[in-house]
């Protein structure tokens, strides 16, 4: 039995509604078959007032030991550090999310704003939100670099707009059966099993990527969103086309651009005008090449796919 | 098999450029919106008038710049036909030619 207990920070609940739609396993499974008891959840908690209260001070005060503390959402520390523009059960929820993290075996943060501070913490940044250990890419958290939780792990990131229901209740379910020590993380402290190949990986439009067939506008079947719509696929890390979205499909597969939401860059670094869905060049170079690709390296890749164009990769595949 | 007509036109577009067509290769279009506006003012020429098309083109039988770019890395060249799909432009090329709306 593993307990588990869930909040929410500066949030638009997306994770949670991700996590509800879960399928292997799905929220219930978590319940049924891997013995994990959901002390509390926003939208499934029973508890309310002084109950809920004092659920959560038990488990600061290790009456209840809690397994698995998750957490959705930015850390709201508006106005002046203060917390208190997000009160919750009678004081600023970030005192609980310290409190909590103290305490928890492991810590997950699910969600961009909880692992990179997400939207709200883009400049201006009037809540100074905070992902849990990290503000964009730097270490500059609200747990701090060295935070390790009871288990010795720093915290677990499933970033996303929202994660993926199976991220979320696969590694969930890994930390509460205890495997959660054996979970690899990457420098950006997110699962490897999910976070180490590309959003490319599996895309159904790789064949026109190699070829340099351009899809120009949303929704097209053919033709890669590279080029032209500024597709983030080639240096986002994530399985979006391994495990589809609601087991159907992904955004490349339907015809929109990743957004490389599974980095800390989203959504679109500064969201200048003129830099969204839109493929920047330098001397008719995409600026953001593919991860580990260089120019020099980029452009006699491309001369050698050229060279090794089968006949048929000129041809319209989809004629109907 | 090309059709004889486009190895016609290739003859013709090389023997423009070999006899020193002088045509726009600078500025290179940095932005989308500097690459549009070069399509919007080849998409304003008569379709016949394929010396104008060269020029605003920017059109050289020769790689070009220090990356040595060329049609064959563009990403609008078609090998096995030995053609340049930028509707825009829509004509034969060699490989080792450029223009200067290269992109890859
Ligand atoms: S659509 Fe995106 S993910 Fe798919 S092949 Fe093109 S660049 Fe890669
Ligand atoms: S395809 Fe890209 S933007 Fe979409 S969910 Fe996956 S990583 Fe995020
Ligand atoms: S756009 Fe220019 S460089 Fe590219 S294939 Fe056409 S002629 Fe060649």
């Not at chain 1, 400049?123 to 500059?140: I, T, V, W, Y």
């Not at chain 1, 707009?161 to 969930?172: E, F, L, N, S």
């Not at chain 2, 104008?52 to 078609?78: H, S």
Request: hydrophobic share 40%; aromatic share 10%; charged share 20%.
């Amino acid at each position: 039995m593993a307990n588990l207990l869930w909040l929410q920070g500066g949030a638009c609940s997306g994770n949670t509604m991700s996590f509800l739609n879960a399928e292997e396993p799905s929220a219930c499974d978590l319940v049924t078959d891997f013995g994990i008891n959901v002390l509390w959840h926003p939208s499934l908690g029973v508890e309310l007032g002084d109950n809920l209260q004092r659920l959560l001070n038990d488990c600061v005060s290790g009456n209840t030991p809690l397994d698995i503390f998750v957490f959705e959402g930015s850390v709201v520390n508006a106005p002046n550090g203060t917390g208190e523009w997000n009160r919750f059960a009678g004081k600023p929820m970030k005192q609980w999310v310290k409190a909590l993290s103290g305490v928890a075996t492991f810590v997950v943060a699910i969600g961009d704003c909880a692992t990179w501070g997400g939207i709200p913490a883009t400049a201006p940044n009037p809540s100074e939100s905070q992902g849990l250990q990290f503000l964009k890419r730097n270490h500059g958290g609200f747990l701090g670099k060295e935070f390790r939780s009871k288990a010795g792990l720093p915290v677990i990131n499933i970033p996303g707009c929202p994660a993926h229901p199976d991220w979320i209740t696969q590694i969930v379910v890994a930390v509460a059966t205890g495997r959660g020590g054996e979970i690899g993380l990457d420098e950006l402290q997110r699962p490897k099993t999910f976070f180490q190949s590309f959003t490319q990986t599996g895309c159904t439009r790789n064949m026109h990527f190699a070829y340099k067939v351009s899809a120009t506008e949303f929704g097209q079947r053919k033709g890669c969103l590279y080029y032209d719509l500024g597709c983030r696929g080639p240096m986002t890390h994530s399985p979006c086309n391994r495990i589809l979205w609601n087991r159907q499909s992904s955004k490349t597969r339907s015809g929109m651009p990743c957004l490389g939401c599974t980095e800390p860059e989203f959504p679109f670094f500064d969201l200048a005008p003129g830099t969204v869905f839109k493929t920047q060049t330098v001397m008719g170079i995409p600026k953001d090449l593919p991860t580990g690709v260089d120019k020099k390296g980029y452009i006699a890749l491309t001369g050698a796919a050229k060279n090794a164009a089968p006949a048929w990769a000129e041809q319209d595949m989809f004629i109907v | 098999m090309r059709p004889e007509e486009e190895d016609r036109l290739l003859g013709k577009i090389a023997h423009l450029l070999e006899s020193g067509l002088k045509t726009q290769v600078e500025p290179f279009p940095e932005t989308h919106i500097e690459f549009a506006k070069i399509l919007d003012e080849l998409r304003a020429l008569p379709q016949e008038d394929l010396r104008a098309k060269l020029v605003i083109g920017g059109f050289t039988n020769t790689p070009y710049g220090p990356d040595q770019m060329r049609c064959l890395e563009c990403m609008y060249y078609l090998v096995h036909r030995k053609w340049c799909d930028l509707p825009e432009l829509a004509v034969p090329v060699e490989p080792d030619w450029w223009c200067r709306l290269w992109r890859i």
